[in-house]
């Protein structure tokens, strides 16, 4: 066989097959993209709803989705966005999403807030790189149920660590650092959030 067809046999073979692969890719994305969008959206509500302590452990993907639109609106204040939950045309409480510094990453999730802004309802972590089995404990349930019905009356120092001193939730035992981040965290965005409704503009 003449060289330039030794050569020119594999380059046809090869844009052949990276083409095939590039339109299977490309019809892929455009057949899941709508359900990863619906995927997205149906975490970060689920989210909201967690940190307001609401049952969702009860309800399906469509009720949730549901109870979201129905009870929950979107705002905004100084570029920040934050949700009210509403029952029966009456406030039940406020979400914001907080981003700080973690270990390792960044740290961000959803702050509940009661309407009088007196008590933290409750706390979820959506996104963090925090060390699996370590820090990365900040996912689970037993952490993070901690954090209901904080009062936050005195925003000097809304979290303390150490039930047993005193303290109002228990650090991660191995994860001081990743414990530490989280409660400055919270320390730091509450009383700004606080601050922040106070403004003119901000929609009860």
């Known amino acids: 066989m003449p060289k330039k067809k030794r050569i020119f046999y594999p380059v046809v073979f090869m844009v052949i097959v990276t083409a095939f692969f ?3 890719l490309a019809f892929l994305n455009e057949q899941t993209y709508e359900r990863i969008d619906e995927q997205r959206a149906l ?3 689920t989210s909201v709803l967690y940190a307001l302590d609401l049952p969702i452990e009860t309800m399906t993907e469509k009720e949730i989705i549901s109870f979201f ?11 920040r966005n934050y949700y009210i939950y509403s029952e029966n045309g ?3 409480g406020y979400v914001f999403q907080f981003i700080g510094d973690g270990l390792w990453g ?4 959803h702050i509940a807030l009661d309407p ?3 008590q933290l309802l409750g706390v979820n972590f959506t996104d963090h790189s925090e060390t699996p089995g370590l820090g990365g404990r900040i996912d689970e349930i037993e952490f993070k149920e901690q954090f209901r019905n904080i009062s936050i009356e005195d925003t000097e120092q809304i979290i303390e660590y150490g039930t047993a001193s005193g303290g109002n939730v228990d650090a991660i035992s191995g994860a001081t650092s990743t414990s530490t981040a989280v409660r400055n965290i919270l320390n730091n965005e509450i009383p700004d959030i606080i601050e ?5 503009g901000f929609d009860e």
């Open 22 to 24: 590039t339109f299977l």
């Open 43 to 45: 975490e970060f509500q």
């Open 69 to 79: 639109n129905n009870n929950v609106e979107e705002k905004t204040i100084n570029d």
């Open 90 to 92: 009456t406030t039940q």
């Open 106 to 109: 960044t740290i961000s999730g």
């Open 116 to 118: 009088n802004f007196t």
């Open 196 to 200: 922040l409704t106070q403004k003119e």
